[in-house]
């Protein structure tokens, strides 16, 4: 069964930074692993999807990575910015789309 | 054009009574998926409509939990006598491609809804 751990739980960090987080899969047999983003009361948008065989995809501001062998992938947000604020969540797609419990990200203006 | 919507957005129940959410896909979205999202959690997998057939309902909690899409486009899910146990988010959401073979999550962008909030009293 898979199992998908985000670390930290919440993050705090100044406008304009960069950062990074966290994904981690337990069954490497995935087809792709996407990433989201949730706003308070609303539904998920989807941000980034990583085929399996690709290492990273890029859009924008963000990069995501993929590493089946060691089954983590991460985030990566450049120069952050208060609309930026928002859950975070990863999701692992086997028979079904497995997510984490997300990150819970809050840029300071 | 337009998302994926639900209705109604918040629904109170007492416990026992029987609820039905609302989901309207994107217009020509073969896939279906249903979540249920529990406060501080991510969500996790109910069930998956290819047009109107239901191919996996293993994420079912118990048989008080049916989803229906008769005719390839809007899905209703029913909760019978409801817990307050049921209480959660429930999402809906599509996608433009079948999910082939064991991928059933699908290779394809998943377009979700905003969400029914469901409190059990």
């Known amino acids: 069964k898979q199992e998908v751990t985000q670390i930290p739980a919440a993050l705090s960090v100044p406008e304009g930074e960069n950062l990074v987080l966290n994904c981690s899969f337990t069954?490497?047999?995935?087809?792709?692993l996407q990433w989201f983003r949730q706003d308070p009361g609303k539904g998920l948008t989807s941000l980034l999807l990583i085929q399996s065989s690709q290492r990273e995809q890029t859009s924008g501001r963000l990069n995501a990575s993929l590493d089946k062998s060691s089954g983590r992938s991460t985030l990566y947000i450049a120069a952050s910015q208060p609309g930026d604020s928002a859950t975070y969540l990863c999701a692992g797609a086997n028979e079904k789309l497995t997510f984490g419990t997300g990150t819970r990200l809050t840029i300071i203006p | 054009g337009a998302g994926v919507s639900q209705s109604p957005r918040y629904k109170v129940a007492k416990r026992g009574q029987d609820v039905a959410l609302r989901c309207d896909p994107i217009s020509g979205h073969v896939s279906l998926f249903w979540y249920q999202q529990a406060l501080g959690q991510g969500p996790e997998f109910l069930t998956y409509?290819?047009?109107?057939?239901?191919?996996?309902k293993s994420g079912l909690p118990s048989d008080r939990f049916f989803a229906e899409r008769p005719e390839g486009s809007v899905s209703t899910l029913k909760i019978q006598r409801t817990q307050q146990e049921d209480s959660a988010v429930y999402l809906c959401?599509?996608?433009?491609?079948?999910?082939?073979?064991?991928?059933?999550?699908?290779?394809?962008?998943?377009?979700f809804g905003p969400g029914t909030r469901l409190t059990v009293l």
């Open positions: 959401a599509s996608s433009l491609a079948p999910a082939s073979g064991r991928a059933k999550s699908g290779t394809d962008t998943q377009y």
């Open positions: 069954d490497s047999a995935i087809y792709n």
């Open positions: 409509f290819q047009n109107e057939a239901q191919l996996d």
